[in-house]
């Protein structure tokens, strides 16, 4: 019903930039706020940002504020994640999301649904 390509992935050094992207199509879901998750080997999968699809608010992890932008342009079904002062530590597959409950604001893997196939992000010391 609902389909995600996230993009943009790739090796850089740390203090580099990235800007990841995410394609939907299938079922509109420009009303639905959207997430970006992460998962390191041997990790829990991590909260990294969000974006509603109404007040377009946006929502960050800690380690991440300041950072990492999250936006959306809903007139090409495209959700990015820009990246800025890499670390190492932010090495991990990064996951594109929809959210389908709990509050707007929430962090909860299991209130996001339609996971994409993730996109590889790598940062050298």
């Known amino acids: 019903q609902v389909q995600l390509v996230e993009s943009g992935g790739g090796l850089v050094q740390a203090g580099g930039s990235l800007r990841l992207s995410c394609a939907h199509s299938?079922?509109?879901?420009?009303?639905?706020?959207m997430g970006w998750f992460r998962q390191a080997p041997g990790k829990e999968r991590e909260f990294v940002a969000s974006?509603?699809?109404?007040?377009?608010?946006?929502y960050y992890a800690d380690s991440v504020k300041g950072r990492f932008t999250i936006s959306r342009d809903n007139a090409k079904n495209t959700v990015y994640l820009h990246m800025t002062s890499l670390k190492p530590e932010d090495t991990a597959v990064y996951y594109c999301?929809?959210?389908?409950?709990?509050?707007?604001?929430?962090?909860?893997?299991?209130?996001?649904?339609?996971w994409g196939q993730g996109t590889q992000v790598t940062v050298s010391s």
């Open positions: 999301t929809v959210k389908i409950s709990g509050s707007r604001d929430s962090t909860r893997p299991y209130d996001y649904t339609n």
């Open positions: 974006v509603s699809g109404s007040s377009m608010d946006t």
């Open positions: 299938g079922l509109p879901i420009n009303t639905f706020t």
